[in-house]
């Protein structure tokens, strides 16, 4: 593949711009307590760091099938308290300063709903990106590829001139239905253009280091 025609590098933030596992875990284990249910096992943990906040609610109460409780309980709760467990991946700050100074567009695509804006804030990163599409900004949240499509037209670009970092199969099947390249961030197992450890290696890849 040429590298030479990337101009937009768009990053998922779950597991890719951040380790959230700690905070993720602590906010829905606080959701499934208050009403009666056991905290999260394992497999519902893996599937809810791939859906949006409606999803994972929708999945982790089918019996409901009114969910307005659970949603009240969540604006009580408030996500503003959890963002102190989250980690900024090392090397992220001075991956997007790299990519702006060589000019590409730095842009996310996230399943997270309302939090990004407050989570950007809190870690100072609000200036470090030139568009930010999060699941309330589409129809269809991944894997659908909207938030690339949209992505690709407000910045008139093709599906060869986008590199989408990503972690879990979601983010794998939006870039397949988008067409664009795809790195797959700390997860080997997904079939990826690039598979890489670390912010570095992005770098590498598109010879900015």
Do not use: W
């Not at 779950?14 to 009666?36: H, P, S």
């Not at 943990?45 to 409901?64: C, D, Q, R, S």
């Not at 568009?131 to 309330?136: F, H």
């Not at 397949?176 to 770098?203: C, G, H, Q, Y």
């Amino acid at each position: 593949m040429d590298i030479s025609k990337i101009k937009a590098v768009v990053f998922d933030c779950d597991g890719v711009m951040f380790d959230t596992a700690t905070a993720n875990r602590k906010y829905y284990d606080e959701v499934l307590q208050a009403f009666g249910k056991p905290v999260l096992n394992e497999e519902q943990f893996v599937n809810i760091h791939m859906m949006t906040i409606k999803g994972a609610i929708e999945y982790l109460f089918p019996e409901m099938d009114d969910l307005s409780s659970v949603y009240d309980r969540l604006k009580n709760i408030g996500y503003h308290k959890f963002i102190k467990h989250m980690i900024m991946e090392k090397g992220l700050k001075e991956l997007l300063v790299k990519l702006k100074e060589n000019g590409y567009i730095r842009g996310i695509g996230t399943n997270r709903t309302n939090t990004m804006e407050n989570v950007l804030e809190v870690f100072h990163l609000e200036d470090y990106f030139e568009v930010v599409i999060t699941a309330a900004k589409v129809k269809k949240p991944k894997p659908d590829p909207e938030q690339l499509l949209l992505i690709m037209r407000k910045f008139d670009l093709h599906p060869e001139e986008i590199l989408f970092v990503g972690d879990s199969d979601y983010d794998r099947q939006a870039a397949l239905k988008a067409t664009v390249r795809f790195i797959a961030f700390k997860n080997p197992e997904l079939k990826a253009d690039f598979s890489v450890d670390s912010m570095d290696e992005i770098a590498e890849i598109l010879q900015i280091n």
